[in-house]
């Protein structure tokens, strides 16, 4: 076993996985619920960049309602987020379980 193969090996499978969390940091998705009423953009890193809210959900008397759908919606977009960068990283992996990625 050649250890400076191998450390060149690792370093280049670090370089990989960090471009692309950064190439996944830029890519967005979106889910929606309420039948559309809600929308909420995300990006891979699992940030909140944009929520849209069709304005015949707004009720002043059920408050609630519309926070759990922009809950719902916040939710399925991270989670979108999380499996297609879990996806990604799994092809750059190879399958392994390398913590934290």
Not at 77 to 82: N, R
């Amino acid at each position: 076993m050649n250890i400076a193969k191998l450390m060149k090996q690792a370093q280049q499978m670090q370089a990989g996985l960090a471009a692309k969390q950064e190439q996944l940091a830029s890519q967005t998705v979106e889910a929606t619920c309420g039948g559309g009423k809600v929308h909420v953009t995300a990006n891979c890193a699992g940030d909140v960049l944009a929520i849209k809210i069709d304005p015949s959900v707004v009720d002043p008397a059920d408050v609630e309602f519309l926070e759990d759908l922009v809950l719902k919606g916040v939710q399925e977009a991270i989670q979108t987020g999380k499996d297609k960068a879990a996806a990604e990283m799994k092809k750059l992996t190879g399958g392994l379980g390398i913590p934290g990625l």
